[in-house]
């Protein structure tokens, strides 16, 4: 069996109860077991219990958060439990949801009552995918009538939007889906990444990368839309031809661990194939480490802009340049450079600044 457990999220007025639909079509027909994970913020105010009837506003987050995970819980207990190849859990929005209706304080308060951190909550899923709310790009469509729960005007949407944007930012593979299209061609393009997700026809990673000028990390920190991760990756001993790494991904003691293969395809696309590991699997797979090559240590900035999902590596041997990547639905995609950010020049392609050969031998840097 196979299990994949994704978050479809959004602004409000996203087109989230129509895509819903769509998955359980679509996948359905394609040999998935489909299960959902209701939303829990709408059930629970439908039901009379709100951020306005309860004490405060915490006192709702914490029932709502507790909610959310347990029938997370119950649904992964279950789905194994099923005659199917193939499960994808789909969460009507995820934990990290939730943070983008309480302050500071309010969210470690939670934190607390849950006894989580931030990272295990977003990287216990594998996947989000965020749909953008309709007040922005498709405001002809913003519509407040069929939701009951949504209550939000225009302005307010776009800042919710933001906020659920900021509060996903850092997980290891987020997608954002925009209004540059009609909304069936939307649901279309969520459709493609999800399928691009799960591998199928084949698990094609398309990406950019850019040599830029070392940032200002006061400023890259104090933007509401960047996360930071530590990341670890060693590479292993490997057939020719392919590159097999393992990698510790998180930040103050709280990690992921995935084993990736990679095959080049062209100089932008190439055959990425991706599993989760415990970390008793990861330690045990460091066994069969490369010792021709050296861990790659970086810090990465995950940084959400202009719909698009941008990786920021810092690497402690460089002072004066960095590498950012971005990952594309397609290979003529045009990309904008987020402000702040000043590019040397673009060096996708270039083996040098891959990360398999930086492990054999670290760049100096460019003058």
Known sequence: MKLWKIVITGGPCAGKTTALSWIENYFSQRGYRV???????????????????????????????????????IFEQGARTMDAEKILLICDRGALDNKAYMNDEEW????????????????????????VTAARGAEEAYTLSNNAARTETIEQARSLDDKLIAAWTGHPHMRI???????????????????SFLGEPDPFEIERKYLIEYPDLDWLEAQPNVSKVEIIQTYLNSPQNVQ?????????????YTRTEKRAVSETRRVEIEERLTQEEYLRQLMDADITAHPIRKTRYCL????????????????????????????????????????????????????????????????
């Open 177 to 195: 889906i925009d209004n540059s299209t009609e909304f069936e061609e939307k649901l279309e393009r969520l459709m493609a990444e999800i399928l």
């Open 108 to 131: 470690q308060a939670v934190l607390k009552d849950v006894g989580s951190n931030e990272i295990d909550l977003r990287d216990n899923y594998d996947a989000v995918f965020h749909l």
């Open 244 to 256: 097999i790494r393992v990698r510790q991904r998180g930040m103050d003691g709280h990690y992921i």
């Open 35 to 73: 299960l959902f994970v209701s939303e829990t913020a709408t059930e629970l105010i439908s039901g009379g219990l709100a951020p306005w009837t309860a004490g405060t506003n915490l006192d709702y987050q914490k029932c709502q958060v507790r909610l959310q995970l347990a029938k997370e819980r």
């Open 304 to 367: 959400a802009e202009d719909n698009r999902y941008f990786e920021l590596d810092i690497y402690p041997q460089w002072k004066r340049q960095a590498i950012l990547e971005i990952e594309l639905r397609n290979e003529e995609e045009e990309i904008r450079i987020p402000a702040g950010i000043k590019v040397i020049r673009e060096v996708t392609g270039e083996k040098q600044y891959k990360n398999y050969e930086l492990a054999h031998h670290m760049l100096e840097e460019e003058a």
